[in-house]
């Protein structure tokens, strides 16, 4: 492939992730209810690990992973399928999913920082200053909600939990990145990480006492096959295929993209107004990726 053609393949990947994780915001408020949030995670990434695997079987591509390999699926299951989609679930029950929003925004800025410590990176002053332009869009963009939030003891904690699940999120990008450098394969080692996440999930709820119910309504089902399929079957293919290519912050950095996505499909579905400063903390989101794809590489 041309450079041109690489640049027009990974802005593909982040309009589609971008499209995808932005619907999922809405998709989740589907899932909510009578059914508990660890057994939805379960049935999504369930799901999503064996549509991978048939793919696997059917394209008879590698699916057996050596133990090195292993370890380091198992750090991205735990960390990323696991912790960061259970401790959102709980932080949104007690926090504006605005606010969450703000916090996910920072997920390129913590990427950065980390693998600082852990890879010894070098990051162009580019890269920090566009995830401080996502940090910002995202709390302009939100602001109104923000502002109107009741940060009693109850959405302290939810802030807390929101921050596990983005130190989760970067801790898994880690994983992953470890994963890269001893040839895992992509698809390969997101089945076993989903596989691992789900079986930490499924302890954890044996531990508190969870039921296992099934909601056999056509919102839910549906929105649990959309999640499974174009949520995290898809999308995280493209995600790590993207970061291996472009650089974990510039991949991460989706997450400032998807809330002006999330925002707009509540304006559709849920008769939900944009103000002003809206249209401003689009721009700043906007400003940060265009400086992110600019650069080079940021895993160099």
């Known amino acids: 492939m041309t450079a041109r053609a690489h640049s027009l393949a990974d802005l593909g990947a982040i309009v589609f992730c971008t499209l995808a994780w932005g619907s999922t915001w809405y998709a989740i408020t589907l899932q909510l209810g009578s059914v508990d949030p660890v057994a939805s995670v379960v049935y999504r990434f369930v799901l999503a690990a064996g549509l991978l695997f048939a793919w696997l079987a059917l394209r008879r591509e590698q699916v057996m992973l050596t133990r090195a390999q292993h370890l ?6 735990v960390s990323t399928f696991a912790i960061n989609y259970i401790f959102v679930y709980w932080a949104e029950a007690r926090v504006s999913s605005a606010v969450v929003a703000v916090l996910f925004a920072s997920l390129a800025f913590v990427n950065l920082a980390l693998f600082r410590v852990v890879f010894g990176d070098r990051a162009r002053a580019s890269a920090w200053v566009a995830a401080l332009l996502g940090i910002l869009g995202i709390a302009i963009l939100s602001w109104g909600e923000i502002a109107q939030a009741s940060f009693d003891a109850s959405a302290w904690y ?67 096959l959309y999640l499974s399929v174009i949520g995290s079957v898809v999308a995280f293919l493209l995600y790590y295929g993207l970061a291996r290519r472009r650089g974990y912050a510039t991949a991460s950095y989706i997450s400032a993209l998807t809330p002006p996505i999330a925002m707009l499909i509540s304006a559709v579905f849920e008769d939900k107004h944009w103000s002003l400063y809206a249209y401003g903390g689009v721009a700043f989101v906007l400003a940060g990726q265009w400086l992110l794809l600019r650069s080079r590489n940021d895993h160099n």
Request: hydrophobic share 55%; no cysteine; aromatic share 10%.
């Open 72 to 77: 380091e699926a198992l750090g991205l299951g």
């Open 158 to 224: 939810g802030l807390a939990l929101a921050f596990v699940g983005v130190a989760g999120s970067a801790v898994g990008n880690v994983y992953a990145r470890r994963g890269q450098a001893i040839g895992t394969p992509i698809a390969a080692s997101t089945a076993w990480a989903m596989l691992y996440g789900v079986a930490t999930l499924v302890a954890l709820g044996l531990v508190r006492g969870v039921s296992w119910r099934f909601d056999m309504g056509a919102p839910y089902v549906l929105s649990l």
